[in-house]
Antibody, heavy 118, light 107 residues
Framework: QLQLQESGPRLVRPSETLSLTCSVS??????????WGWIRQSPGKGLEWIGS???????YYTPSLKSRVTMSVDTSKSQFSLRLTSVTAADTAVYYC??????????WGQGTLVTVSS | DIQLTQSPSSLSASVGDRVTITCRPS??????LIWYQQIPGKAPKLLIY???TLQSGVPSRFSGSGSGTDYTLTISSLEPEDFATYFC?????????FGQGTKLEIK
């Protein structure tokens, strides 16, 4: 059974960088059939697609966040990561990592609440 | 961006009821429509993809239909574990988007 687990700081100061890692187990991150993605959920904006990455490193970022987002993958550790710079309170959300098949999530991590506050 | 409008935003029903939730995209998405169920504090769970294909392991009381700009999720006979929030999602055109959710509550 594929499992994904997010990890990273739960509290980030305004203007600083949010960094999260997703660890994949129970399956290979090197898959020609899958992308790996980040989605966030906040009370104000609902579910929001952040972007996706292929095991080769190819990425897609949603335009509204593109200037602040970087995703990377480490196949040796079976992990992929999210960096979001210059955060504000509006970036407070539950962040989910997910496996994507045909561009939609089928397996999700449990989610991690990241709060932006001083 | 493609907007997904779900209706109703909330719904009260009883165990055994048949319920239908609608998702209307702002433009045609050629059946690239996915439905998720979310229980509070948990990640969304995939129910249906390609508008009408049931994900493996999902009970057959769940069904999806529709095309173009009009899609529905139907639960034929509610079970206690079905009271949750349901989201639609489109993977037709980037940026991929989600509906605002329909909260299904016990009457």
């Amino acid at each position: 059974q594929l499992q994904l687990q997010e990890s990273g700081p739960r509290l980030v100061r305004p203007s600083e960088t949010l960094s999260l890692t997703c660890s994949v187990s129970g399956g290979s991150i090197i898959s020609t059939n899958s992308y790996w993605g980040w989605i966030r959920q906040s009370p104000g904006k609902g579910l929001e697609w952040i972007g996706s990455i292929y095991y080769s490193g190819d990425t897609y970022y949603t335009p509204s966040l593109k200037s602040r987002v970087t995703m990377s993958v480490d196949t040796s550790k079976s992990q992929f990561s999210l960096r979001l710079t210059s955060v504000t309170a509006a970036d407070t959300a539950v962040y989910y990592c997910a496996r994507l098949v045909h561009d939609y999530p089928d397996y999700w991590g449990q989610g991690t609440l990241v709060t932006v506050s001083s | 961006d493609i907007q997904l409008t779900q209706s109703p935003s909330s719904l009260s029903a009883s165990v055994g009821d048949r319920v239908t939730i609608t998702c209307r995209p702002s433009q045609s998405i050629s059946n690239y429509l996915i439905w998720y169920q979310q229980i509070p504090g948990k990640a969304p769970k995939l129910l249906i993809y390609a508008a009408s294909t049931l994900q493996s392991g999902v009970p057959s009381r769940f069904s999806g239909s529709g095309s173009g700009t009009d899609y529905t999720l139907t639960i034929s006979s509610l079970e206690p574990e079905d009271f949750a929030t349901y989201f639609c999602h489109q993977s037709f055109h980037t940026p991929y988007t989600f509906g605002q959710g329909t909260k299904l509550e016990i009457k």
